[in-house]
């Protein structure tokens, strides 16, 4: 069973220094997947995706060059999120390539991520569609918070505070529950989740995916 993911109750969060991840977009992401190595997309099934993964305690070269990786591996799957684990990597890191609800793009990266518990007030939910690499062809509304506030760490070690609204909301919190054990679709009913394995099942995906034993 996938364990809960951690979450830190706050009050408010206006007063916080937010990364800024939405300049320089397309110089960053494209010097991180050029010196990277497009890996192939771990699936529901695969052990590494349901478990909680280990805390990044080293920041170095090794984990520079896989960021590098699962910026290639997220630009040749067409995503715009990836947690390590879809690639295999037992570590709590993700990348971001997504879009706001606004169309303003945000490119980063973060490494041991806790998302923000926010108060009743401001949690307005947003049930929209919402689809995952790692269960490749299928989609399913899921309601999420529509803001959504992740403190973690960047390659290099530093805190960071990363606030999302709208599409990058989600994102933000689905890849999050990835690194914890969780998939989108573990949060569906027994219906729901049922049909989008059937989606899965008799699609085809677009990118390479790593066959379960």
Known sequence: ???????????????????????????????????????????????????????VTEFGPELAALVDDMFASQRAAEGVGLAANQ???????????????????????????????????????????????????????????????????????KPIVVRGSGYFARCLQHETDHLYGRLYIDRLSKRERKDALRQMEEGTPRYETVPND
């Open 87 to 157: 690639i295999g990597v037992d570590s709590k890191v993700f990348v971001y390539d997504c879009p706001d609800d606004d169309g303003l793009r945000h490119v980063g990266v973060v490494c041991n991520p806790v998302l923000d518990e926010l108060p009743p007030e401001r949690r307005n939910l947003d049930d929209s569609n919402e689809g995952c690499l790692s269960v490749p062809t299928a989609y399913a509304s899921l309601a999420r918070p529509d803001v959504a506030v992740v403190r973690g760490q960047d390659a290099e070690g």
């Open 1 to 55: 069973m996938a364990q809960q993911q951690e979450t830190r109750s706050t009050d408010e969060t206006a007063e916080d220094e937010f990364i800024v991840d939405t300049e320089d977009c397309e110089a960053r992401e494209q010097a991180y997947r050029e010196r990277g190595t497009a890996r192939p997309i771990t699936v529901v099934g695969n052990a590494v995706l349901h478990r909680e993964c280990a805390d």
